[in-house]
């Protein structure tokens, strides 16, 4: 019934004296108000919420376990086991302990952060609700009563007037008229009684019977159809390469299982390896568990292989989310500072994949070159959500109306600024307030030019008459002698007071605002002099840099993202303000339209226009989600700007809700994604620079990691299916992988953002982490890094004639080292000179260096406690001549790759002689012209050695 505003069926139930018997209240006392009936009511609502439980931490642990991590904890304490019955207690405990440690590491942290992540998402659901600010009118058991939003119960009469927000959805008693902010039914009378939660009344009084309330309300219900909950995409794409690296390594662990015993089987163990032969009759029971327990405890046996493999997928698969979600919190901290507040940090990463904002004409797009950030009445700062004393608005309302009066041409653009400012936070209509007053007199100050006054007469001209005066905070602040507070009741003007109003105007100066104050008094026909002023509101204007505006759009233009605007306001006021900011450009097949005409328009042709639509005027809360939901069907990732309640349905909808902290509701940021504590549209660019810059690198990481990971798991599958045991040991794959993990992401998630960031096409839009020229670099990679350690093993002790101890340092070596030279190569995943801007990345050689020196401790510490043998300066060089090769690998790789590309993309009978008019995700001419650089560089190198040899000749 309150759904569909069904007035026939509210009529049969016995009208609204119907469902006050229903709820046991009472229209003229309200609910009985002792504390059974209170409890009651209040666990009925408990019931009828649907709100998950907080999970505890032991339920995110439980989850934690998975099939993964309980292998992996098996296999530790089956190697910690074995390793004590081998070697002793005084050794033996070391691999196991280790391997134990970092799998109850691993398994906490992810437990943390789910935890954490948990938490967060249940405080802000029930957040949404709690709003302990806002104060209603209540009648409970005949008593008025005044009580906080939250605390409004079903049944409870609410005293409404003008001002007041509407606590919950409920119906207006027939003894009173409203009128709301509503733009569908502003008028609230008998035959349409239906009032809503986030509704604003503007006119009228009346009282109003609850009917549902928080989760239970229309909005409540909007918003659950919205997905209250969403998981970003980027979340989506980690969890699913986390799950593929799992079913990858369980795979590979399952191959090498079953190669081994194969190779036991058929005789393909070396002499000296100690197993017996299991050719011929059967060996008896104790006989194979003995061989299965050998097997277990050789040093590079199956058991260290399954646990280091499983190790190396798991960590690596807890490990990324973590170390991504702590370069976005540094990032967000670094680019963006305390302009915006997000609960989900990761939030940021889907602002890169954005292609559409949506939002309205208070959506950041500044109308004037000043705009209205901050109000104070009395010693607070006014918010959407306050309630400011019918007289106190009044008399505020008619200080800024007085500037109507004066000639449009004459007026200041701070002048129109305030005015539109109050038609849109107060809903002033200067027409209105002209027919109700008149303007009497003018008054110029001789010794302030700044300062306006006007006496102005209400009621046409007749008594009481009021002095207004509006300018610059300072000289009104001097001719106060009182102030109004935020209760509305006049104070005094002593010094105190005077002090804390003069720091108020500083702290106003210091943030760039400029303090304007408004006052006024009543005169009399024989008296009208200046000073004894009361003082009623100081407002507080920014420069917007509107003229930079269409800059701004056409930078989201040339990065693929469209900016639309969607708003109640009349579609001619809507497609003017959008033609001058260049939303709209008049040759382009861009759509102007109502919200009535969309919403009555089939499904097939609402998906037909919704991509085209660049203004919709005149359109509903309700429009707006339809709008966003088809341009989300259509596989655009949406943004919407919206900062009122009636605008939480579109933000819960939309991939990413933003909202403006300036004049937005409390339970509108609440409800949002990310919170613009300041600033305009530049803020949202900046939120996009910073979340491509971070999606950057996370792909470079990504790169890295992957190609870490796979060589890492290739090299003992082959090297244990042909040589029978692995290069490199399980502690040292631990290692490698913890180190190069942490300081691989140091290094290439700080990477500072390049200038092509906001000049190419929308990142990730197609829902692919992966790029192609990721794919190519990840292959090769890890190509050269299997068949260069596969080769070593096989074929470097004959060809080098080193010792055992120092040729197998020596492959462990050349495996770290090509994991950190293949970091330079990860940093230009589809360009060919890979140092570019190497030099201004401090934290990427920091991390460089760093690996390095505690490889270096690595070595001596294994030489001393194992007694591994040390590495020469000729090794040390080979090794770093062996990691070198990658690059050029990577850049042969690249061009392969631009060759293939200009094959398959050139017409068919035709010569390919260059590319420039082929479009892609990344330009193609700056991949041609480094190219070419290159190929220069190598020629003008080649004509100089050329020389050298020449010119020595001939001296010979």
């Known amino acids: 019934m309150m759904m569909a505003k069904d007035?026939?069926?509210?009529?049969?139930?016995?009208?609204?004296?119907?469902?006050?018997?229903?709820?046991?209240?009472?229209?003229?006392?309200?609910?009985?108000?002792?504390?059974?009936?209170?409890?009651?009511?209040?666990?009925?609502?408990?019931?009828?919420?649907?709100?998950?439980?907080?999970?505890?931490?032991?339920?995110?642990?439980?989850?934690?376990?998975?099939?993964?991590?309980?292998?992996?904890?098996?296999?530790?304490?089956?190697?910690?086991?074995?390793?004590?019955?081998?070697?002793?207690?005084?050794?033996?405990?070391?691999e196991g302990t280790l391997t134990l440690g970092a799998v109850i590491l691993i398994v906490i942290v992810h437990s943390v952060i789910e935890f954490r992540n948990e938490n967060s998402r249940q405080l802000s659901?029930?957040?949404?609700?709690?709003?302990?600010?806002?104060?209603?009118?209540?009648?409970?058991?005949?008593?008025?009563?005044?009580i906080c939003i939250s605390d409004v119960l079903f049944g409870d009469i609410v005293l409404l007037e003008k001002g007041d927000h509407v606590p919950a959805d409920g119906l207006l008693i027939p003894t009173g008229s409203l009128e709301v902010n509503d733009?569908?039914?502003?008028?609230?009378?008998?035959?349409?009684?239906?009032?809503?939660?986030?509704?604003?009344v503007t006119d009228g009084a009346g009282k109003m019977l609850v009917t549902s309330v928080n989760a239970e309300t229309k909005l409540g219900n909007m918003l659950r159809r919205a997905q209250l909950s969403k998981k970003t995409p980027?979340?989506?794409?980690?969890?699913?390469?986390?799950?593929?690296?799992?079913?990858?390594?369980?795979?590979?662990?399952?191959?090498?299982?079953?190669?081994?015993?194969?190779?036991?089987?058929?005789?393909?163990?070396q002499e000296n390896s100690g197993l017996p032969d299991f050719s011929g009759k059967p060996h008896p029971l104790k006989q194979l568990i003995e061989a299965v327990k050998r097997v277990a405890q050789r040093p590079r046996g199956m058991l260290n292989v399954l646990t280091s493999f499983t190790l190396v997928l798991v960590g690596t698969a807890e490990g990324l989310p973590l170390a991504i979600t702590i370069a976005i919190t540094c990032w967000n901290k670094r680019m963006l500072g305390d302009k915006t507040f997000a609960p989900e940090p990761s939030i940021t990463l889907t602002m890169a994949s954005v292609t559409i904002v949506c939002t309205d004409k208070t959506g950041g797009l500044p109308l004037a070159p000043q705009e209205v950030e901050r109000c104070w009445i009395g010693k607070n700062v006014i918010s959407e959500d306050s309630k400011v004393p019918n007289h106190v608005l009044e008399a505020f309302c008619d200080g800024i109306a007085m500037l109507s009066l004066f000639p449009e041409n004459s007026r200041t653009s701070m002048d129109n600024s305030i005015l539109a400012w109050a038609a849109e936070k107060w809903e002033l209509k200067t027409e209105i307030w002209k027919q109700l007053h008149s303007f009497i007199d003018f008054k110029q100050p001789t010794y302030n030019e700044n300062i306006v006054a006007a006496l102005v007469g209400k009621d046409g001209g007749n008594w009481p008459r009021f002095l207004h005066y509006k300018g610059p905070a300072t000289p009104i602040l001097d001719m106060c002698s009182q102030f109004y507070d935020i209760e509305g009741i006049t104070r005094p003007m002593d010094i105190s007071e005077r002090m804390i109003f003069g720091d108020i105007v500083e702290r106003m100066l210091s943030e760039g605002f400029e303090p304007i104050a408004f006052a006024c008094k009543q005169v009399d026909e024989s008296r009208s002099d200046e000073g004894n002023l009361t003082m009623v509101a100081l407002v507080g204007l920014k420069k917007t840099g509107w003229e930079n505006t269409r800059e701004m759009i056409e930078e989201c233009r040339e990065a693929g993202i469209k900016v639309l605007v969607a708003s109640s306001e009349e579609v001619l006021k809507l497609q003017s303000i959008a033609t001058g900011f260049g939303v709209t450009q008049p040759d382009s097949d861009a759509l102007v339209i109502t919200g009535e005409e969309f919403r009555n328009s089939s499904d097939e042709e609402r998906m037909e226009i919704a991509a085209r639509i660049s203004v919709m005027g005149n359109s509903l809360p309700s429009d707006q989600l339809l709008l966003v939901s088809c341009l989300k069907d259509q596989g655009h990732t949406v943004a919407v700007v919206g900062n009122r309640t009636n605008d939480i349905p579109t933000l819960k909808a939309a991939d990413v809700g933003l909202t403006?902290?300036?004049?937005?509701?409390?339970?509108?940021?609440?409800?949002?994604?990310?919170?613009?504590?300041?600033?305009?549209?530049?803020?949202?660019?900046?939120?996009?620079?910073?979340?491509?810059?971070?999606?950057s690198n996370m792909q470079k990481y990504i790169q890295f990691q992957l190609t870490m990971t796979l060589a890492g798991l290739l090299i003992p599958l082959i090297t244990n299916a042909s040589q029978g045991s692995s290069p490199i040991a399980t502690i040292q794959f631990h290692w490698a992988i913890s180190v190069l993990t942490l300081l691989g992401g140091l290094a290439l998630l700080t990477e500072p953002p390049c200038e092509m960031l906001?000049?190419?096409?929308?990142?990730?839009?197609?829902?692919?982490?992966?790029?192609?020229?990721?794919?190519?670099?990840?292959?090769?990679?890890?190509?050269?890094?299997?068949?260069?350690?596969?080769?070593?093993?096989?074929?470097?002790?004959?060809?080098l004639g080193l010792r055992e101890k120092v040729f197998e340092t020596l492959m462990f070596n050349s495996f770290f080292v090509c994991q950190v030279f293949n970091k330079f190569n990860a940093r230009e995943p589809e360009k060919m000179n890979i140092f570019r801007g190497v030099h201004c990345s401090k934290w990427f050689w920091v991390g460089t260096v760093t690996a390095f020196l505690l490889q270096l401790a690595f070595l001596e510490i294994a030489h001393i406690i194992a007694h591994d043998s040390r590495l020469k300066y000729a090794e040390w060089g080979m090794c770093l001549f062996l990691g070198a090769i990658s690059w050029c690998i990577d850049l042969a790789g690249k061009c392969i790759l631009l060759v293939i590309k200009k094959w398959v993309t050139k017409p068919p009978g035709s010569v390919v002689r260059d590319n420039r008019n082929l479009t892609s995700a990344v330009p193609e001419p700056a991949c041609n012209f480094e190219l070419l650089l290159l190929m220069q560089k190598l020629k003008a190198l080649y004509v100089r050695v050329k020389t050298i040899f020449t010119r020595d000749g001939k001296t010979e």
Request: charged share 20%; aromatic share 8%; glycine share 8%.
């Open 234 to 269: 980027v979340e989506e794409q980690l969890n699913k390469l986390s799950m593929r690296k799992q079913i990858i390594g369980v795979a590979i662990t399952i191959i090498i299982t079953v190669v081994l015993f194969l190779r036991f089987n058929l005789k393909k163990e």
């Open 183 to 200: 733009k569908a039914d502003p008028i609230i009378n008998n035959q349409n009684p239906f009032l809503y939660y986030g509704s604003k």
């Open 125 to 146: 659901r029930n957040q949404l609700w709690q709003n302990r600010e806002l104060k209603v009118h209540v009648l409970r058991g005949g008593c008025r009563q005044t």
């Open 758 to 799: 906001m000049k190419k096409f929308t990142p990730g839009q197609d829902g692919q982490l992966f790029t192609k020229a990721m794919w190519v670099n990840i292959f090769m990679q890890t190509a050269y890094q299997v068949s260069l350690l596969v080769t070593m093993q096989s074929k470097g002790p004959t060809i």
């Open 7 to 94: 007035l026939t069926t509210l009529q049969d139930f016995g009208g609204v004296q119907g469902v006050v018997e229903a709820l046991n209240s009472d229209a003229a006392n309200g609910i009985p108000g002792h504390g059974e009936d209170l409890n009651q009511r209040r666990t009925a609502i408990l019931k009828l919420q649907s709100e998950a439980h907080n999970r505890n931490f032991i339920h995110c642990l439980r989850k934690s376990c998975n099939s993964s991590t309980t292998m992996l904890l098996i296999l530790a304490i089956l190697s910690l086991a074995f390793g004590i019955e081998e070697r002793g207690l005084k050794t033996g405990w070391c």
């Open 660 to 695: 403006f902290a300036t004049w937005s509701t409390d339970i509108a940021r609440k409800s949002t994604d990310i919170v613009i504590t300041e600033g305009n549209f530049k803020s949202i660019l900046a939120i996009m620079k910073c979340g491509r810059c971070i999606y």
